[in-house]
C-alpha cells in the first residue's frame, strides 16, 4: 500500500498491522459499549473513521443481514482493504471528510467512533451533523483518549520522552489526545443527552498484548519525532535501549493511556 497523507500516522502496511493490533487490544470493550447502548441486530450503523474495516466487521457481526453498516472514512487506501472484507451484515463505504459527508437525515440508530474525535478541531459542527444524522432515539457511542495514566515500571527516561514527543505530535497536527475529558460541553450544546463515561486503562508486561500493541508503534515513531524536531537522537536511543529492557523483564509493567466510553444520545 502506499502512503497517503490525510492520516496523522500513515496509511500503509505496517500501520495496518498496528490497526489490527489494537483492534484486537480494545474490541471487547467496544463490544461492551455497544451493549450498553443496546445496539443490536437489525440497526443502521455509521462506523465513524472506518479506516480498514476491523469496527465495522463486528459491527456487521452485530446487527445482522436485517441491519446495515455504512463506513466513512477519507483514505482511498482504508476503502481497498475495507472492500476487500467480508462483512455479516449490507455494508457501504463513503469516502468523504466527516465535515464534507452527506450524512442525510434521522438515518442511523447509532453512530460509532473510536480514535477519530481526537483528531478533529471544532466538535460542536460535527456533534451537531451527527445528531441530526441520528433517528430520534439514536445513540452516539464515542471511544477515545484521556492521554493521562500511560507509564512503565521500572521508570523510562525514553519512554516519557515518547509520551511527551506523541502528545506534541498530536497537538502540532490540530488533535487532541484528551479530547474524551472535554466531550460533556460539547455534547451538551450540540442537544445529546449524555448517559455514560467510562474510563479504561489496560496494563501488562512485555508478553502482554497491550506492550505488543504499543511495540508496534513507539519504536518506529520516536524516529518520527526525532525528524520533527520533538526527541533528540539522545531520547530515542535512551528510548530504544530501555524499551528492549522493559520487553525482556517479567515484572516490567505498562499502563495504557485512558481510554474512554462516552455514550450519548439523541432525545426521542
Known amino acids: 500500500m502506499s502512503e497517503t497523507p490525510e492520516y496523522l500516522l500513515g496509511t500503509n502496511d505496517r500501520e495496518l498491522q498496528r490497526l489490527e493490533a ?15 447502548a443496546g445496539v443490536g441486530p437489525g440497526d443502521m450503523v455509521l462506523d465513524l473513521g472506518a479506516g480498514p474495516g476491523f ?4 459491527l456487521a457481526a452485530r446487527v445482522g443481514a436485517t441491519g446495515h453498516v455504512t463506513g466513512l472514512d477519507e483514505s482511498p487506501v482504508w476503502r481497498a482493504a475495507f472492500e476487500a472484507r467480508d462483512y455479516a451484515a449490507p455494508v457501504t463505504f463513503i469516502e468523504s471528510t466527516i465535515e464534507e459527508a452527506d450524512l442525510g437525515e434521522a438515518r442511523f440508530d447509532c453512530i460509532f467512533s473510536r480514535w477519530v474525535f481526537s483528531f478533529l ?16 432515539g439514536g445513540v452516539l457511542v464515542i471511544q477515545d483518549y484521556n492521554h493521562e495514566g500511560v507509564s ?13 514527543a506523541t502528545r506534541a505530535f498530536y497537538r502540532g497536527a490540530g488533535g487532541d489526545p484528551w479530547v474524551a475529558a472535554r466531550l460533556p460541553g460539547p455534547l451538551r450544546r450540540s442537544g445529546f443527552e449524555l448517559e455514560e463515561i467510562r474510563p479504561h486503562v489496560r496494563a501488562g508486561n512485555g508478553e502482554s498484548p497491550v506492550f505488543r500493541w504499543l511495540d508496534a508503534f513507539f519504536p518506529t515513531f520516536v524516529r518520527t519525532y526525532a525528524e520533527a ?4 537522537e539522545e531520547e530515542v ?10 520487553a525482556r523483564n517479567p515484572d516490567a509493567l505498562l499502563f495504557s493511556p485512558m481510554i474512554v466510553d462516552v455514550i450519548a444520545r439523541r432525545p426521542g
Open 22 to 36: 489494537q483492534h484486537g487490544v480494545w474490541s471487547d470493550l467496544a463490544s461492551d459499549a455497544l451493549d450498553r
Open 55 to 58: 469496527v465495522t466487521r463486528d
Open 121 to 136: 478541531g471544532d466538535l460542536d459542527p460535527v456533534l451537531a451533523k451527527l445528531r441530526r444524522a441520528l433517528k430520534p
Open 152 to 164: 512503565v515500571f521500572p521508570e523510562s527516561a525514553g519512554f516519557e520522552a515518547a509520551i511527551r
Open 229 to 232: 524536531g520533538l526527541m533528540s
Open 237 to 246: 536511543e535512551s528510548f530504544d535501549e530501555e524499551w528492549a529492557a522493559l
